[in-house]
């Protein structure tokens, strides 16, 4: 059953804006998309009525859940400042509720914009959320975040993955999962589950093109609304496979989950430790612990005759460790059995679990997980 544009309209009209006016006539909705049973739109207001606005949010994402043939709502609030009025003060300490700065895509001069739902309180029943990132894209970020979430689950964790790589979402590809996920009876989005891992990614809710359009702002919504919105049980860990990059929509997202600790992945090559330095730079600014760096793509192991080649400069992710002070947590090498799993949604951890790929991301989730030791039992 198609859901259609005007069915979803209806829905809203009867809702109330916090001054009275019906949702429709309050001139605060964006375009809505609803397509394949998926409806999703942003409600855009002034940062300082934000707070006013989050219940009507609420509302509006259970009205346009409760029309037949909608399979998935997201509604996401976004709120700007008016140009010219001052930019809310900087975070003093993690760990404090409340409204906090979204400067994403926007100029200073035009004042940025503000994420209402960015609340840094816990999610309830996960010990520790930790972020998996990297400088720029194409390092091996999601197979790392991946392949550390089942490192993790082997050293008998509960472990979840959050994919919020709203620019490029690849778990359903690394997992092979495309399925949508359906509402439990709170109408919490239940977690899809693989490989004993309980998934979310934003590509199993709206399709790729949308994603990539999202402006900053919107991409912390839709983050928060996965953290929250999503009954992700009881878990010992859940890893955040960030959005590449350390632009404003990625300190948005640092400073706004709420995060135990952050791993960043590099390769050895010259250009990407520069962006992994900005990746440390960025968590220590937010006071996100860095557990450590990952040298992805270490060195070249043949397939055949298992020679190590050193065709990017081998080290050069432990050398700046040292050199910065944060833990080495390993090298892995560039392997066609890790990109052949990785790409077919079998990651080698899973499908390969005696062999040395998967040993040596047991190793680093050994020493994520020791890192993280405190957390996981004060929980
Ligand atoms: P990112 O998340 O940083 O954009 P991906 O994890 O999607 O990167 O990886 C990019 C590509 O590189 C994928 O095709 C993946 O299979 C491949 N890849 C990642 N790590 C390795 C590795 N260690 N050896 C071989 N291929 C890898």
Redesign the pocket.
């Known amino acids: 059953m198609s859901v259609t544009q005007q069915q979803v309209l209806d829905s809203l009209a009867k809702i109330k804006s916090p001054r009275g006016v019906a949702l429709t006539n309050a001139n605060v909705l964006s375009a809505i998309s609803a397509s394949d049973g998926k409806v999703f739109f942003s409600i855009n207001v002034d940062a300082a009525e934000a707070r006013a606005w989050e219940s009507v949010r609420a509302e509006a994402e259970t009205a346009v859940r409760a029309i037949p043939g909608v399979t998935t709502a997201m509604v996401a609030l976004t709120a700007e400042r008016k140009p010219g009025s001052a930019p809310p003060p900087p975070q003093p300490s993690r760990g404090t509720p409340g409204v906090q700065p979204a400067h994403a895509h926007k100029p200073p001069a035009q004042g940025g914009a503000q994420s209402p739902m960015a609340r840094q309180s816990e999610i309830p029943g996960v010990a520790a959320v930790i972020a998996v990132a990297?400088g720029k894209?194409?390092?091996?970020?999601?197979?790392?975040?991946l392949n550390l979430a089942l490192g993790l689950r082997d050293l008998g964790l509960k472990v979840g993955l959050l994919d919020a790589?709203i620019y490029?979402p690849?778990v359903p590809r690394?997992t092979g999962l495309h399925e949508k996920p359906e509402l439990d009876g709170e109408r919490k989005m239940i977690p899809l589950r693989r490989f004993g891992l309980a998934i979310m990614s934003i590509g199993f809710l709206v399709e790729e093109e949308t994603a990539m359009i999202w402006r900053g702002p919107m991409v912390m919504s839709a983050v928060t609304q996965m953290l929250r919105d999503v009954a992700w049980g009881t878990l010992d860990v859940l890893v955040v496979?960030m959005p590449?990059g350390t632009g404003d929509a990625q300190l948005t997202l640092a400073q706004n989950v709420p995060l135990k600790g952050a791993v960043i992945?590099s390769t050895p090559q010259d250009l990407s430790l520069i962006d992994a330095r900005r990746g440390l730079a960025m968590f220590r600014k937010v006071n996100v612990p860095v557990l450590g760096i990952v040298e992805?793509?270490s060195y070249f192991q043949c397939p055949h005759c298992g020679t190590k080649s050193d065709i990017f400069g081998h080290g050069g992710a432990r050398h700046e460790a040292e050199k910065l002070g944060v833990p080495f947590l390993g090298e892995?090498?560039?392997?066609?059995a890790?990109?052949a799993t990785?790409?077919a949604g079998n990651p080698v951890v899973d499908s390969e679990p005696d062999g040395p790929h998967a040993a040596i991301y047991r190793a680093i989730a050994g020493q994520v997980r020791d890192q993280l030791k405190g957390v996981i039992a004060a929980a």
């Open positions: 990297s894209g194409g390092v091996g970020k999601s197979t790392t975040a790589d490029g690849s690394l496979d590449p992945v992805n793509m892995i090498p560039l392997h066609m890790i990109r990785s790409d």
